[in-house]
């Protein structure tokens, strides 16, 4: 059976994601335990491995419970703050799992947390807090020069790739985006898309690399018209992408 991916919500925002076969299970970002605990058994899945992405409660508070009656590979960032983790990854390792037939390329994403870490092949990218459908993870520990790096490394990959982000914020972020870019069609196409679904209490995710880099202003910060949006509300930001990043940052901050 080929690679299923679901979403398992949790919380009011939180996204836990699914890769499964039919028959092996891994999750990502286990906020919580009930929910995927649930979701195994209802499906008949075996966990085979966790994908932890930052050391944030809302992703990592399930995975003891989970644990304790699982225990499995857990790959994730080398952080004291993850004690789970048993296959600590850092930039240009892999996380394999066999069971899937599954090689993901860690990539490490500083700026929502000083140790963020992305998993990606050139089918998906489980992005955890670093990059959302139109937005972007907030600055809690990095510097926007850090985010902006760590956003250059994910525009980088190919268009296709499925962007699986672990917040349903789409729509929130559009309404922002539409106060700093609000001439973009690919945007505004996005923010008319992601209403409907909401409104019918879809889920808005996944998205593409491709999609993001067209109306995600925090993967635009090179463009003029966002360039432009950022020297408004921040007089003197100059051109410097991770000043421009800065200022969208900190407006986006208070919206
Ligand atoms: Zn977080």
């Keep these: 059976m080929p690679l299923s991916i679901t979403a398992i919500p949790a919380f009011e925002t939180n ?17 919580s335990s009930a929910e995927p605990m ?27 419970d989970i644990l304790a009656r699982h225990p499995v590979p857990v ?3 080398v952080d004291p703050r993850i004690p789970q983790v048993n296959r600590p990854v850092s930039e240009g390792d892999q996380a394999l799992v066999p069971e899937l037939e599954l090689q993901l390329d860690v990539l490490e994403t500083p700026g929502h947390t000083t140790t963020h870490i992305v998993f990606h092949n050139d089918e998906m990218l489980l992005a955890g ?8 993870g907030r600055l809690f520990e990095g510097t926007p020069a850090q985010m902006q790096a760590s956003l250059d490394k994910l525009a980088a990959l190919p268009d296709q790739v499925k962007v699986y982000c672990a917040h349903e914020y789409t729509l929130d972020n559009c309404r922002f985006a539409l106060a ?36 995600n202003p925090f993967l635009r910060t090179r463009e003029a018209d966002v360039i432009d949006a950022a020297n408004r ?20 901050d208070t919206f």
Excluded: M
């Design 15 to 31: 996204y836990i994601w699914a890769l499964h076969n039919g028959r092996d299970c891994v999750l990502v970002d286990p906020g």
């Design 38 to 64: 649930a979701f195994l058994q209802s499906h008949g899945l075996t966990l085979c491995a966790l994908l932890l992405t930052h050391h944030h409660h809302d992703h990592i508070g399930g995975a003891d």
């Design 75 to 77: 790959w994730g960032p």
């Design 129 to 136: 807090d670093t990059l959302f459908s139109i937005g972007c």
């Design 180 to 215: 700093v870019e609000p001439d973009n069609p690919a945007l505004q196409a996005r923010a008319e898309q992601a209403g409907q679904l909401r409104k019918s209490s879809h889920i808005t995710l996944p998205s593409t690399l491709g999609e993001e880099r067209a109306a």
């Design 233 to 252: 509300r921040e007089p003197g930001t100059g051109q410097d992408p991770a000043a421009v990043f800065g200022a969208i940052r900190r407006w986006k």
